[in-house]
């Protein structure tokens, strides 16, 4: 089944360790998001990449980056991440046209000790 | 910039009933889709149901139908025979036909319980 994949669904990292979460995907959707989720709140858009351009929320921390490496693969990178930075990251897909959804993965929850 | 609202942080319902979610948005804009996502915990987001706003007739898939209300700028979500597997988040979202990057912009969330 075409999906959106993220790896890991839990990763802890230390204060101020960098750190990647990944996603991938089977859809050959040309948009990808990255979303960053706090308990009982709604996503909160992050970036996108529409195609290989990269568009940036304007109230996303510099600590965020995000690269697409190819149509399949968006990768978040945090650079130093804080307490403040636990949260559970969405990655999701939509293709081009008018009417297109957005599929979500899975999600990865992140903790910082 | 486009907002969505939903009012009911909480929403209880028993098994077989039925029950209303509500969402109103803001948009100066006449071309758009709204959309009801889905999240159960500790599991992804899921589309429920779609409404273009070009379209008079309400969207319904199966036990799910909206109440779209152009004008009242109100796109309420009904669960008819609720079921135990309802019980999730549901967020509503906006989206604006203009929106090369199909981005959403969600209300806040309706927490629903279904009770046995």
Not at chain 2, 8 to 14: K, L
Request: hydrophobic fraction near 30%; charge should be neutral; proline fraction near 5%.
């Amino acid at each position: 089944d075409a999906m959106v994949i993220q790896n890991p669904r839990y990763q802890v990292t230390q204060f101020g360790k960098p750190v990647t979460l990944s996603c991938s995907q089977t859809l050959n959707h040309n948009v990808m998001y990255w979303y960053q989720q706090k308990s009982s709140q709604a996503p909160k858009l992050l970036f996108h990449y529409y195609d290989k351009d990269f568009n940036n929320e304007a109230d996303t921390p510099d600590n965020f980056q995000s690269r697409r490496p190819n149509t399949s693969f968006c990768f978040l990178d945090i650079r130093s991440p804080g307490l403040g930075d636990a949260a559970m990251y969405l990655c999701a897909t939509s293709g081009p046209g008018r009417k297109e959804e957005q599929y979500f993965g899975p999600g990865t929850r992140l903790t910082v000790t | 910039a486009q907002t969505v609202t939903q009012s009911q942080p909480e929403m209880s319902v028993q098994e077989a009933e039925t029950v209303t979610l509500s969402c109103t948005y803001d948009t100066s804009e006449s071309d758009y889709y709204l959309f009801w996502y889905k999240q159960p915990p500790s599991r992804q987001m899921i589309l429920v149901i779609r409404q273009e706003a070009y379209k008079q007739q309400n969207a319904t898939e199966n036990r799910f139908s909206v109440n779209f209300q152009k004008a009242a700028k109100s796109f309420s979500l009904k669960i008819s025979d609720s079921q135990l597997g309802d019980a999730a988040m549901y967020f509503c979202a906006y989206r604006s036909a203009l929106n090369a990057g199909n981005m959403l912009t969600f209300g806040g969330g309706t927490r629903l319980m279904v009770k046995p």
